[in-house]
């Protein structure tokens, strides 16, 4: 921590880290500066230079397409998810998804940098060198690449406040996304919108909300745009199982399935609302069920190549009948810890504090 705020500050002439007062990160030194502290920061037993993929590093990034594996080389492979899919009021995809070795070292490193990119975010957090909010999204990195592998910077996507992966997955930088965590002007809202809004229209990411649910009728209304002016892409909006008992998300369903708009809604679930296990918030935790007469397919949300097959699957579905629920759930036991051990980071007044950690998973009472 302190290393970082060293730099930050030489390469600044002002002392301070307020908003105003600091020079834009966009001079060169500055960004230098910026990436090499980062990445001392952020390294464990591997520089994170070794393992940043340079596309997330410079606006190229921005071209970069993952429709179909074999733009990433090698071999065509055939490999099954390890749980099957589960539909409802749809034949669920097979279970054989088409790869590359190409694509799954993608996978590999893309998930690597989200994931270290959270827990440097995480310590900056404590050290109160990010301010606000700071929702983490460690744990759950397999549905941001499974999701940006099936579709192309034409899809759009929306999503709560737990973004900062879904930003890189759309081709935000690093830089970026660090510079907005710490209010800086070269952030991706410009230093204003913080954690919980991120954004990168150009590239499709229509941020970013902080209105547990709200994200989710904006997104039926981004597909209805793109039904409008006949674009053939489709709008993924994700939410958590918290924000799935909320009455909007009905509402929303209810006239994108009435209109067929293209909208895949993507359910997130980590099994919490903040503090409260799901069994307590809602009665059937069925998440792909309970679009009623909407189509659900119930994935895997550990399962990168998993949620690839389910968005591809979701995108043509879409396109030809309208709306369709994806809840990518995580039921791994092994890796719940992992999940849960990040999740509750970054509530203002609860800073510093991992308040599930020792909480038992969510049971129902007998
Ligand atoms: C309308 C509204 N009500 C309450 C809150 C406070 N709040 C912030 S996060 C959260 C829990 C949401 O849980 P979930 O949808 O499962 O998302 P997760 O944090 O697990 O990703 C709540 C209730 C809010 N931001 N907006
Ligand atoms: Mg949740």
Redesign the pocket.
Known sequence: MYVLWRNLSSSASSPTLSAPACPPLSSPYARREIMASVTRLASRSLPLAEILPGSLLSSSAALRNFSSAADHGGPSITVETSVPFVGHKCEPPPREVETSPGELMGFFRDMAVMRRMEIAADALYKAKLIRGFC?LYDGQEAVAVGMEAAITRKDAIIT???DHCIFLGRGGTLVEAFAELMGRRSGCSKGKGGSMHFYKKENGFYGGH?????QVPLGCGLAFAQKYLKEGSVTFAM?????ANQGQLFEALNISALWDLPAILVC?N?H???GTAEWRAAKSPAYYKRGDYVPGLKVDGMDALAVKQACKFAKEHALKNGPILIPPLEELPQLVPVLRAR?PTGTAEQEGLTLLNELPLPQPPC
């Open positions: 929702h709560a406040y737990r902080g209105i547990v649910g709200a939410y958590g199982d918290g924000a997130e980590n919490y609302g903040m999740l």
